[in-house]
């Protein structure tokens, strides 16, 4: 088996694909859950799971009539989107601020504030 990436906690990361082929592999009927949980070296559990994100991602596209976007994508987007919402805020307060300060400039007569000689 070739070597697998790791996370920080030392536990080996499968990609999205992998894990969809595998699965494949045991609804094909060409190996069983347990013993593609011992060729894997992982619990029978973690293959279950598995099939039922594969299967609840599949429903999802279906009854959306939609590609189905990963989890992180999706986190990532509206990560970016709080971002932004919140640099549109800062910059709105920031008009309004100016707009204000331009609009008691207007209401003062030019002379005001200036010395007379």
Known sequence: METQRRGSDGRRLFSAEFKR???ARVLRKEITF???SR???????VVRRWQHLVDRGSRTAVAANEDVVPASELRAAQLRIRELERALGKKTMEVEILQAARDEVKKKPRWYGVSKR
């Open 39 to 45: 060729e894997l070296g992982i619990d029978q559990s």
């Open 21 to 23: 082929e595998q699965v």
């Open 34 to 36: 347990a013993e593609l």
